[in-house]
């Protein structure tokens, strides 16, 4: 009997279909990033585990997929490590690589690399699949892929401001209402500190990103549970739940912060790229959001995240500031900031809220259909000169009936039909269908390719 066939859970197959709106999706991001002066580059699927670990946190090591040597991977193992198995002592003995968590870690591992052949300040962007062994749910995947645009080698705010800019082209391009939140690390490291807990700002940070998830009284039972003081816990209560107008909130900030050097330093950062924010009239909306954190250990300024305004899905977007991240590998005191489009979510918003334009799911712009023998030869001509001014175009390759050539193109989203006969052919005038409207008229080869072109 046959095997079933199947793919892993949190991993998809994507239909021509899909891959055309996928490409849609990838195109529009990428114009955007090369019209910001980003430059492209790629890095392997897989990492070395050491590039990768302690990088993300206790809950991003968790979700590293892993790789096991090749060959006999078991050989660096003694049987008493399996009598009281320490899991990551085995894990380091069998796996030396894994799949790759996200696109940020690994450029910074490129620019250290290549640190010689790169002019600083030095603006890539990345569009490429990323692994993490997740629980599949609605909106999160297994595999999926980021678009990430980083900027290195500059302390500018001007890059954030350039960044969050980026974005509301992005989302403005994509015709999605999005809402963009904004904080700054420096400021939740002077809250630790004014609460008495500077050396748990990480578990602060990751619990208060879990706010809008899981609400304020579970975070409050997760900082317990990580060791802060109910008295920390409550001095934090009143901060998270500062509201009002930013004119109302940064002076009730600044008063809760002025003994921190560190957090009114992360005010004022914050209080310039707003400042610039104001004067540039950004499509989608923009907030200033004290409990934005992103669990991310390598943050330490600007904190950026998005979400879709018409649908409860998640981050679609997300970055910030990290002043060091290539200290670790051996460069240190370059700063750089970067933020992350989720494609698959913002694929998953588009195609719920049917914000896809007709022709993104199209493979071929027209379709010619196939009469006989002659009437392919004079097709064939035809197609030479659309393809020729970049038209994709295809005739159907049998004479079949008609209805079977005309389901074949409405199947395929194809949004525009030629019928060249006969009569066609002898008078140089085609008949051209709109199958969207549904509507014929008679073109030249010139108005055929001005109607395309357009």
């Not at 300040?121 to 993490?132: A, E, H």
Request: net charge negative.
């Amino acid at each position: 009997m046959a095997q079933k066939p199947s793919i892993p859970k949190g991993t998809r197959d994507f239909s021509p279909q899909q891959m055309n709106k996928r490409n849609y999706i990838f195109d529009t991001i990428r114009n955007v990033f090369k019209k910001y002066g980003y430059q492209p580059i790629e890095t392997p699927a897989m990492e070395n585990l050491n590039t990768l670990t302690g990088k993300y946190g206790e809950e991003g090591d968790r979700l590293l997929f892993k790789i096991l040597n090749s060959g006999d991977f078991l050989k660096r193992t003694a049987p008493e490590d399996f009598v009281n198995p320490n899991l990551n002592r085995i894990t380091t003995n069998i796996c030396e690589k894994g799949l790759r968590y996200d696109l940020t870690v690994p450029f910074a591992r490129y620019v250290v690399q290549n640190r010689n052949d790169i002019t600083f300040p030095f603006k890539r962007y990345q569009i490429q699949p990323v692994w993490r062994a997740d629980k599949p749910q609605k909106g999160r995947y297994r595999e999926f892929f980021q678009c990430d645009v980083d900027v290195i080698g500059s302390n500018s705010l001007i890059n954030e401001i350039e960044l969050i800019q980026i974005i509301d082209e992005v989302f403005d391009k994509l015709g999605i209402n999005a809402v963009i939140k904004i904080n700054n690390r420096k400021i939740l490291s002077g809250i630790a500190e004014v609460i008495g807990e500077s050396d748990k700002i990480i578990d602060i940070t990751v619990a208060i990103d879990k706010l809008e998830k899981i609400g304020l009284e579970k975070v409050n039972e997760e900082l317990a549970a990580k060791g802060l003081s109910k008295e920390a816990i409550e001095k934090l209560q009143p901060i998270l739940g500062l509201e009002g107008l930013l004119k109302d909130k940064f002076p009730k900030l600044m008063e809760i912060l002025a003994e921190s050097e560190i957090g009114m330093k992360g005010i004022n950062e914050l209080m310039t790229v707003l400042k610039h924010l104001k004067d540039l009239d950004l499509k989608n909306k923009w907030s200033f959001d004290l409990t934005l954190a992103r669990g991310l250990n390598y943050y330490t300024g600007a904190i950026i995240e998005v979400a879709a305004k018409d649908m409860q899905i998640g981050s679609i977007c997300g970055g910030g500031r990290y002043d060091d991240l290539t200290g670790i590998f051996g460069l240190p005191d370059v700063s750089g900031v970067g933020i992350s489009f989720g494609a698959d979510r913002v694929y998953d918003v588009m195609n719920e809220l049917e914000l896809f334009p007709p022709e993104s799911s199209a493979s071929s712009k027209i379709m010619l259909v196939n009469f006989g023998e002659d009437e392919e030869k004079h097709c064939l001509q035809v197609l030479k000169k659309l393809r020729e001014v970049g038209i994709a175009s295809e005739l159907y390759p049998e004479s079949a009936k008609m209805k079977k050539q005309m389901k074949y193109a409405d199947q395929k989203s194809i949004p525009s039909v030629l019928l060249i006969g006969a009569e066609e052919m002898e008078t140089g005038l085609y008949t051209y269908k709109d199958m969207i409207s549904g509507e014929q008229q008679k073109v030249n080869i010139n108005q055929l390719l001005e109607i395309l072109t357009k």
